[in-house]
């Protein structure tokens, strides 16, 4: 059974920081494409980052481009996202997810996604 388990998120002030974890079990994540994407009430769920399963190619939303950092430890068959300079537009419901193919930006694609963990920016 594929289970995505994320962690990390929580409230800060704007400006701050906070690093998610994404730990994959029943997939081994180096052959995966990973992604985050997150999602507000009333919306559809948005694109963040996706990193291939090499980590040698990561892709970013314009809105987070050079704040976010995607990455990945095949090691441990867990992902990250280092949010830095978080602004109240990034809060958030924020989803790990997995797929086999090339990474895109359409959240359809994707085969397996974790929970969500809420991250919350104040100003």
């Known amino acids: 059974q594929v289970q995505l388990v994320e962690s990390g998120g929580g409230s800060v002030q704007a400006g701050g920081s906070l690093r998610l974890s994404c730990a994959a079990s029943?997939?081994?994540?180096?052959?995966?494409?990973m992604g985050w994407f997150r999602r507000t009430p009333g919306k559809e769920r948005e694109f963040v980052a996706t990193?291939?399963?090499?980590?040698?190619?990561?892709n970013y939303a314009d809105s987070v481009k050079g704040r976010f950092t995607i990455s990945r430890d095949n090691a441990k068959n867990t992902v990250y996202l280092q949010m830095n300079s978080l602004k109240p537009e990034d809060t958030a419901v924020y989803y790990c997810?997995?797929?086999?193919?090339?990474?895109?930006?359409?959240?359809?694609?994707?085969?397996?996604w974790g929970q969500g963990t809420q991250v919350i920016v104040s100003s």
């Open positions: 990193i291939n399963w090499s980590g040698g190619s990561t």
């Open positions: 029943g997939l081994i994540i180096s052959s995966y494409c």
């Open positions: 997810a997995a797929q086999n193919y090339a990474c895109t930006r359409v959240y359809l694609s994707y085969n397996f």
